[in-house]
């Protein structure tokens, strides 16, 4: 029912900055979570931020904290991921998620997208 489409993602020295971008299409809610998660080579995919459609809440993970800011627009059904300082353990796989609940576990989301890859390096 929702399709979520990441874009933004590449390939970048560390200390830059990226804007991860998720467009949804399909029916949203006022009431999801809209969060992302990332996952490294060999790792299990670990969440990093969430917002809400409505609302002010936001929630970003601790290693990220400082630096990554989520957002969203929801007029265009777009969340984003602003990312600077980037560090190249920040490297990974950037997936879009949607979630009736907290959106804050990986076993709870609803909807992915396809992700997109953040490279980092040094």
């Known amino acids: 029912q929702v399709q979520l489409v990441e874009s933004g993602g590449g390939l970048v020295q560390a200390g830059d900055s990226l804007r991860l971008s998720c467009a949804a299409s399909?029916?949203?809610?006022?009431?999801?979570?809209m969060a992302w998660f990332r996952q490294a080579p060999g790792k299990e995919r670990e969440f990093v931020a969430r917002?809400?459609?409505?609302?002010?809440?936001?929630y970003v993970a601790d290693s990220v904290k400082g630096r990554f800011t989520i957002s969203r627009d929801n007029a265009k059904n777009t969340v984003y991921l602003q990312m600077n300082s980037l560090k190249p353990e920040d490297t990974a796989v950037y997936y879009c998620?949607?979630?009736?609940?907290?959106?804050?576990?990986?076993?709870?989301?609803?909807?992915w997208g396809q992700g997109t890859q953040v490279t980092v390096s040094s």
């Open positions: 998620a949607a979630d009736r609940g907290s959106g804050l576990y990986y076993q709870g989301v609803d909807y």
């Open positions: 399909g029916r949203t809610f006022d009431g999801y979570a």
């Open positions: 917002i809400r459609w409505s609302g002010s809440s936001t």
